[in-house]
């Protein structure tokens, strides 16, 4: 227990440096979540902030390669870790510190919860204006470990797909929040349609409209309709987020979204 509070202590003496810590967060796996969090946080550099991205999955992590960063090695000075900046963003994630890249990790509750803690006490962010934090599927202990600890958290992007089975994980992911009184920035559908490159005409795959039913259930706000574009895939996969990269249908997405995210948490205190 005392070893947990020095950590949460030194957590709490970074976060004073920086303002607006986001949790980018869904119910169900497979959604893109870590997508979005990735580009998010590069369109919010492209906005001019300063950015933070802290991947907590530590069983898939995926952040690292998103961005393309693979040879951005962390460093250490004066017992502090020392965040490689990739696209302008500092980056954290437990794949910075295994030998391979299919190195399982076999942890249970107290071990994560270590590791989170240490990523955000014992790493040198610095002043930033957002720290996002990528969060693995589900309601388990990395959340809970952020919600539990981290007071000054701003709030959670919820990211959804159109699909049923979606939407029926991602209520149990803001039910989750919503028993942690904090905060729901709002919700991101992803790919929620498809724009056929032939005849222009949208196609919606999974669905139609599952972002908004979600959001008209809760009374949230849908900031975000991401199209279905295998150029998303090319890119992620290649390490080049598509908030850079991607066709404009993307980009702009990416870019209004970050825009929005701003203009909401300038209104939670």
Known sequence: ??????????????????????????????????????????ALALEGRKVGLLDIDLHGPDVVRMLGGREAKVSAVGGEILPPEVHGIKVISISQFLDSDNEAIIWRGPLKTGA???????????????????????????????FQNVEKIKGSLIVTSPSVVSQDDVERAINFVKKMDKQIIGIVENMSYFI??????KHYIFGENGGKSLAEKYNLEL????????????????????AYFGTPEVTNVYVNLAKRVIEKVETIS
Do not use: H
Request: glycine share 10%.
């Open 116 to 146: 989170i803690m240490q990523f955000i006490g014992d790493v040198a962010w610095g002043k930033l204006d957002y720290l996002i934090i990528d969060a693995p599927p589900g309601t388990g202990d990395e959340p809970l470990t952020v």
């Open 1 to 42: 227990m005392a070893d947990l509070k020095e950590r949460k202590d030194k957590a709490s003496k970074k976060l004073e440096n920086i303002d607006n810590v986001i949790m980018v967060m869904s119910g169900k796996g497979g959604v893109g979540k870590t997508t979005v969090a990735v580009n998010l946080a590069v």
């Open 196 to 201: 056929c490159p032939n005849c222009k005409t």
């Open 223 to 242: 900031l975000a309709q991401i199209p279905l574009d295998s150029t998303v895939r090319e890119n992620m996969d290649a390490g080049k987020p598509v």
